[in-house]
């Protein structure tokens, strides 16, 4: 799918994707904490103007994904969850 046609979920996703695979390959498993918020700097620089319930489910999904990741990596990946909520001003 084009970026210029995207919704801000399949950007994030994109963004979640291409962020994961490098870590991955890093084998830097710091770098899955910092992952999150800057995909979602990402969205919010290329969909600048979200509407609060926009970010409420942008931050929703992360949040789901996190908590995934989390369980399937017993890891506390806490950090990334305050870091998205004080991006997305939550």
């Given at each position: 799918?084009?970026?210029?046609?995207?919704?801000?979920?399949a950007y994030l996703q994109k963004r979640i994707t291409?962020?994961?695979?490098?870590?991955?390959?890093?084998?830097?498993?710091?770098?899955?904490?910092?992952?999150?918020?800057?995909?979602?700097?990402?969205?919010?620089?290329?969909?600048?103007?979200?509407?609060?319930?926009?970010?409420?489910?942008?931050?929703?999904?992360v949040d789901g994904q996190i908590h995934s990741m989390?369980?399937?990596?017993?890891?506390?990946?806490?950090?990334?969850?305050?870091?998205?909520?004080?991006?997305?001003?939550?």
């Open positions: 799918m084009n970026e210029e046609h995207m919704s801000p979920g291409e962020r994961s695979r490098k870590v991955a390959k890093s084998n830097n498993t710091a770098g899955y904490v910092a992952m999150w918020p800057e995909a979602v700097k990402d969205v919010l620089a290329k969909f600048p103007n979200l509407s609060p319930d926009e970010k409420e489910a942008l931050r929703g999904n989390g369980g399937r990596t017993h890891q506390d990946f806490t950090a990334a969850l305050h870091a998205v909520a004080r991006i997305l001003g939550s």
